[in-house]
């Protein structure tokens, strides 16, 4: 059976020297962190084998004692409330063994106390393509982008969204460009209260657990 855990995991990193920065992180010091979740079959610590660069990325997995499919686990990346109307994630990401995934998520999530958006977009390494989750809040293809990733490879992913237009504006993973900006992200009501936080989230195909290794998360109101 598949099962569910949600791992909070609020850390502040350095700020680098362009654009303005909502949030930023480097795994690069070193913080006094829990690295042995509630449920310690999933897998969530700093290691210096999972960094781009630097001294450490981080180590995100669901189950991997009794893997299942659909098993999953995810992080969350909470940055300060911001009267920005654009954000921009920039990552870089590594899946050791990527046929072990069925999906690796990325979620905005924003509340302005008006409304509250989600806006996802995922990777399907089985069928080699992204999709974004529509306002209908169904997952669809995005057009053209069928690539196929290799496993144990780094990519640079920039991802950006406009909660003024409530629609996408683009996705970039290395040197491929997709533009998303028709298309509609899912707005809700709000929860009267500030919240802006990113989820990187990793699911089980089948019996072995994936990996993801994570580094350098940069969270922008600007794109450069």
């Not at 690295?35 to 897998?43: A, V």
Request: aromatic share 16%.
């Amino acid at each position: 059976m598949a099962k569910e855990y949600t791992r909070i995991y609020d850390i502040q990193g350095s700020i680098p020297h362009y654009g303005n920065v909502l949030y930023n992180n480097d795994f690069s010091k070193s913080w006094n962190i829990d690295t042995t979740p509630s449920n310690d079959d999933k897998l969530l610590y700093l290691a210096a084998s999972a960094a781009y660069s630097g001294n450490a990325g981080l180590v995100l997995a669901p189950d991997h004692i009794s893997p299942a499919a659909n098993d999953y686990n995810l992080v969350n990346f909470t940055f300060s409330p911001s009267s920005s109307k654009t954000f921009f994630l920039y990552t870089y990401f590594r899946l050791p063994t990527l046929l072990s995934c069925k999906k690796l998520e990325f979620i905005f999530t924003l509340d302005n106390t008006i409304n509250e958006y989600s806006a996802k977009i995922l990777y399907d390494p089985i069928n080699n393509k992204f999709q974004y989750l529509n306002s209908a809040n169904t997952y669809t293809d995005i057009p053209d982008s069928s690539y196929t990733l290799e496993d144990n490879r780094w990519y640079r992913l920039i991802w950006g969204i406009n909660i003024d237009t409530t629609k996408h504006i683009f996705l970039m993973l290395a040197h491929l460009k997709f533009d998303l900006s028709s298309y509609l992200f899912v707005t809700g009501a709000t929860n009267d209260v500030f919240t802006s936080y990113l989820q990187v989230k990793i699911t089980t195909q089948s019996t072995t657990a994936p990996i993801v290794h994570l580094d350098n998360i940069l969270i922008t109101s600007d794109y450069h």
